[in-house]
T-cell receptor, first 117, second 109 residues
C-alpha cells in the first residue's frame, strides 16, 4: 500500500532533549516536505527536499534540522526543543517537485503530535 | 511576502447545496493547491492547478491568475464533505507553499 509513515505519532518531551521524528515513503517520490499546524495559524512549511541531498528552508525553519540521505526517508530533527515547538507535524511527499510543470498531488503522513514541556 | 486568505472561515449548509469556498493571494504564484483535512486530522490533496479549471467527481477548482483568486466548488454536497478545506499558494521559482488558515465546512443532513 502506498503510504507516508511518521513515527512517533505522539510524543511528550522536555525542553532541550533532542528528538527526531521520522518520515518514510514507499512510493519512490522525489519531493518531501515537513509542515507544522497550529491553531489560528494553520499549516506552515518547515523544510522541503527536492531529492536526495537537496533540502531547502520553508517559512519556519528555525529550531529544526532535516536530512535526506536516501530517497525514502526525511527525518525532522529538533536539536533543543522548546515549548513553542509544541505542534502537530505533518510529513508529505510527491512524485516530483510541485512546481515542475506537471503538478502532482502530495501524499500526507498521519501527523505527529508533539508536546514540549 | 505572499499572503493567502480564505473565505468564509466557517460554512454550514444543508445536504445537497452548492458550496463555494474562496481563496485569494497577494503576489503572483506558479500554482494553487487545495487540500482537505478530515475531522480525524488526516490531510488529502484535492487539486493543484496553475490555470483554468479542474474537476474531480463533485469537486471543481478554478483559478483566475489575473485576479489572484481561486475557488473550490462542491456540487450536491453531502455530510461526508464536512471537513476543513485549505488552499496554499506555490511560489515562483521555489517549492515554498504558503497556506490559508482554512474553511471549516459542515454539511447538515
Amino acid at each position: 500500500e502506498a503510504q507516508v509513515t511518521q513515527n512517533p505519532r505522539y510524543l511528550i518531551t522536555v525542553t532541550g532533549k533532542k528528538l527526531t521524528v521520522t518520515c518514510s515513503q514507499n512510493m519512490n517520490h522525489e519531493y518531501m516536505s515537513w509542515y507544522r499546524q497550529d491553531p489560528g495559524l494553520g499549516l506552515r512549511q518547515i523544510y522541503y527536499s527536492m531529492n536526495v541531498e537537496v533540502t531547502d528552508k520553508g517559512d519556519v525553519p528555525e529550531g529544526y534540522k532535516v536530512s535526506r540521505k536516501e530517497k525514502r526517508n526525511f527525518p525532522l530533527i529538533l536539536e533543543s526543543p522548546s515549548p513553542n515547538q509544541t505542534s502537530l507535524y505533518f510529513c508529505a511527499s510527491s512524485l516530483s517537485p510541485l512546481g515542475q510543470g506537471v503538478t502532482y498531488e502530495q501524499y500526507f503522513g498521519p501527523g505527529t503530535r508533539l508536546t514540549v514541556t | 511576502k505572499n499572503e493567502v486568505e480564505q473565505s468564509p472561515q466557517n460554512l454550514t449548509a444543508q445536504e445537497g447545496e452548492f458550496i463555494t469556498i474562496n481563496c485569494s493571494y497577494s503576489v503572483g504564484i506558479s500554482a494553487l493547491h487545495w487540500l482537505q483535512q478530515h475531522p480525524g486530522g488526516g490531510i488529502v490533496s484535492l487539486f493543484m492547478l496553475s490555470s483554468g479549471k479542474k474537476k474531480h467527481g463533485r469537486l471543481i477548482a478554478t483559478i483566475n491568475i489575473q485576479e489572484k483568486h481561486s475557488s473550490l466548488h462542491i456540487t450536491a454536497s453531502h455530510p461526508r464533505d464536512s471537513a476543513v478545506y485549505i488552499c496554499a499558494s506555490l511560489n515562483f521559482g521555489n517549492e515554498k507553499l504558503t497556506f490559508g488558515t482554512g474553511t471549516r465546512l459542515t454539511i447538515i443532513p
